[in-house]
Nanobody
Framework: QVQLVESGGGLVQAGGSLRLSCAAS????????MGWFRQAPGKEREFVAT????????SYTDPVKGRFSISRDNAKNTVYLQMNSLKPEDTAVYYC???????????????????WGQGTQVTVSS
């Protein structure tokens, strides 16, 4: 079992920045691919970013490329999502997720993830 707790959400004006954190506990953090997903009101949950076990491989959905950056600190059991140049359409509840693997790869499909946090609200005002 892995427990995930997100933090760092809030209200920000368009063009601003936020950094989300996801703290993991329960198992060896470096054994897990980590991902960030988001869900806006009335919409399905969508992939945002993912990072491999060692942090050397990352992947992003096109709308956030060049603005968001995912990173991890395995010594602190934490994954981060740095969000810059925020837009109103980035408004959503953001979730982190984890899936155990032996490979240094990434996963963008939400159904592959086994563990999820409770989410943190990000609201971007225009």
């Amino acid at each position: 079992q892995v427990q995930l707790v997100e933090s760092g959400g809030g209200l920000v004006q368009a063009g601003g920045s936020l950094r989300l954190s996801c703290a993991a506990s329960g198992r060896t953090f470096s054994n897990y691919i980590m991902g960030w997903f988001r869900q806006a009101p009335g919409k399905e949950r969508e992939f945002v970013a993912t990072i491999s076990r060692g942090g050397g491989v990352t992947s992003y959905t096109d709308p956030v490329k060049g603005r968001f950056s995912i990173s991890r600190d395995n010594a602190k059991n934490t994954v981060y999502l740095q969000m810059n140049s925020l837009k109103p359409e980035d408004t959503a509840v953001y979730y982190c997720a984890a899936v155990a693997t032996t490979a240094q790869t990434v996963v963008s499909r939400s159904s592959r993830y086994d563990y999820w946090g409770q989410g943190t609200q990000v609201t971007v005002s225009s």
